[in-house]
Structure formats: structure tokens, C-alpha cells
């Protein structure tokens, strides 16, 4: 990102680490977009942390003794410690009250200090995005959709807490199997179209990843070869919510759960199965 043609114009007097093209900035993320001139930015992506309640000094005590608060210390696994994730399902009605807060604001600061089209690409999860996403459109961006980016946690699927003999058969939570990221444009002027904006601005619009392509979100080589088998064998009415189209390959979680309910009869679905999971 650059400001009026010159990196150096985004540093201020903030401690800066310069590597290749790219500058690492250690400032307030309020403070420093606050400074930045009006429509100078082309674009933000960015996976924040959410800043709020698990950030408070009580809670960080609770995630250093290892004794939880709204911090989850998940168990070793294989031999590895994995670090603590904090549980927005923990959040009341006062503490979602202060993520909208704290996201109109920065929404704002965005809004700001992107050019006209400018893209934002925030990365959220299932139990947040929709207070995330009203947020941002109240703090006067754009939602253009969003990106699934597939994933394979240990979060989620468990039984009820502290019943898991009196209910087995049971999850308080799906099973987390991909995350969200939140696709948003700074609004263009009134009557400018894209082309006009790219012109002018160079913002707008997505780069396409050929020619031929659009901007899509594309599944792993392994999802992609169990796919094709499925949009070559027509009996396999496998898709659900998903678009069979050759260049449009949504890999989401309808076509895992849909995959499921056929594995078990069928030891090829069973093998492209566990391809796509890989």
C-alpha cells in the first residue's frame, strides 16, 4: 500500500522495519489510520485480533494460569501444545455490544482513508461474522461477499460440557471445518462506474486469476480431483447448494456434509472423501 505514490508517507514518525517492497509499522492501529491523508490507501486485508474482552487484564491472567475465562486452553495434541483461542460464544449481550462498537469505529477509520472502490478482506469466524459484517456496512463500507477459506480444526463438535455420558449422541456445536473472510468496498462515487474508477483510482475491482477466470475462492488440488469425478459421474447427485460449473468450484461445507451421507455406502466416495480432508 502506498500514500500519494511513497511508502514513507504510511510510516509517520513510528518505529518501521523495512522488508523488501513491504514495511512493518508498530503503531495503534486507531491512531495510525486516524493520520492517514483521505483516499490514500488501495486496499486493507487483515485478520485482527478482536480486541475486547479477551484482551482485558483479568482475562489475560486467566490465559496465562491456564485456568480458561473466556480463553479456551485446548489439550496437547500428538504431543504438541497448541495455544489458547478465545470463545466468542462466551460473549453476553453487553460484550457483543462492544465488538459493534469498536468495529463501526474502525470501519470508519477504514472508510476514511481508502481510495474510492478500495477493497477490505477481514478474516472473522461462524459465531462473530454477522455482528462483524452489520458493523462494517453502519461504519459506511460495502459488503461484496465473502471468501471460504476451508480449514480442519479442533474446535467445535463436542458433547454437551460436563454431560458427555448423558448425551452422547450429541454436540453443543458443529464441527468448524472452514473460515470466513469478509469481502467489503469503500463506496465509489455517485454515477462513477468500475471502469471509471479503475482509471481513476486503480481500485474497484478483483484481479482475475487468468483471463478466463474470475475471482473465485479455489478449493486444494485434492478437492478439486474429487470434483471432477463427481461432474463426470451425473447419477452422483452430490452437490446440494453448490455450483457444478467447471469454474466455479464453491467448496463448502454442503458438499462435505452431502459427501458424508454417501460414504458409507460407497467406498469411492469414501476415498475422495478423505482426498478432500487431507
Not at 491523508?37 to 486493507?44: G, L, N, R, Y
Not at 471468501?147 to 458427555?164: F, H, M, Q, W, Y
Not at 452431502?258 to 455406502?265: D, G, I, M, T
Given at each position: ?10 510510516t509517520?514518525d513510528?518505529?518501521c522495519?523495512?522488508?523488501?517492497r ?9 491512531e495510525?489510520?486516524?493520520?492517514l ?8 486485508v487483515t485478520?485482527?485480533?478482536y480486541g475486547?474482552k ?6 489475560l491472567?486467566k490465559?496465562?494460569?491456564g ?15 497448541r ?8 460473549l ?5 455490544e462492544?465488538?459493534?462498537?469498536f468495529?463501526?469505529?474502525w470501519?470508519r ?9 478500495g477493497?477490505?478482506?477481514i ?13 462494517i456496512?453502519?461504519?459506511g ?5 465473502q ?18 455420558t ?11 471445518c472452514y473460515e ?7 463506496p ?15 481500485t ?10 474470475e ?5 486444494s488440488?485434492?478437492?478439486r480431483?474429487g ?24 467448496a463448502?461445507p454442503?458438499l462435505?456434509c ?8 460407497n467406498?469411492r ?10
Open positions: 500500500m502506498r500514500a500519494n505514490g511513497s511508502s514513507s508517507a504510511l509517520f513510528y518505529d522495519e523495512r522488508i523488501g513491504s514495511c512493518l509499522i508498530h503503531a495503534d492501529c486507531f495510525w489510520l486516524g493520520r491523508p483521505e483516499d490514500s490507501i488501495h486496499a486493507v485478520d485482527p485480533p475486547v479477551e484482551y482485558d487484564l483479568d482475562q491472567r490465559r496465562e494460569a485456568s480458561g475465562g473466556i480463553w479456551r486452553i485446548p489439550p496437547s495434541f500428538d504431543g504438541h501444545t495455544a489458547p483461542l478465545p470463545r466468542f460464544t462466551a453476553d449481550a453487553s460484550e457483543r462492544r465488538v459493534r462498537r468495529f463501526v469505529e470501519a477509520l477504514v472508510t476514511h482513508a481508502l481510495r474510492p472502490g477493497h477490505v478482506f478474516a472473522t469466524n461462524a459465531f462473530i461474522a454477522q455482528l462483524l459484517y452489520d458493523a456496512v453502519d461504519g463500507l460495502e459488503f461484496r461477499g471468501l471460504i477459506r476451508l480449514v480442519r480444526t479442533l474446535r467445535g463438535g463436542d458433547r454437551p460440557k460436563n454431560a458427555e448423558e448425551f452422547p449422541g450429541v454436540s453443543s456445536m458443529p464441527k468448524g470466513p473472510w469478509g469481502i467489503f468496498r469503500k465509489m462515487p455517485p454515477k462513477m462506474t468500475v471502469s471509471e474508477c479503475l482509471r481513476h483510482w486503480q474497484g475491482g478483483l484481479r482475475r486469476t487468468a483471463e478466463d477466470f475471482f473465485f475462492c479455489e478449493p488440488p485434492a478437492s480431483t470434483l471432477a469425478w463427481l461432474r463426470t459421474n451425473p447419477k452422483r447427485k452430490l452437490w446440494g447448494a453448490c455450483d457444478p460449473s467447471p469454474t466455479r468450484w464453491w463448502v454442503t462435505l452431502s459427501l458424508r451421507r454417501h460414504a458409507a455406502k467406498p466416495i469414501r476415498f475422495i472423501l478423505r482426498r478432500i480432508l487431507e
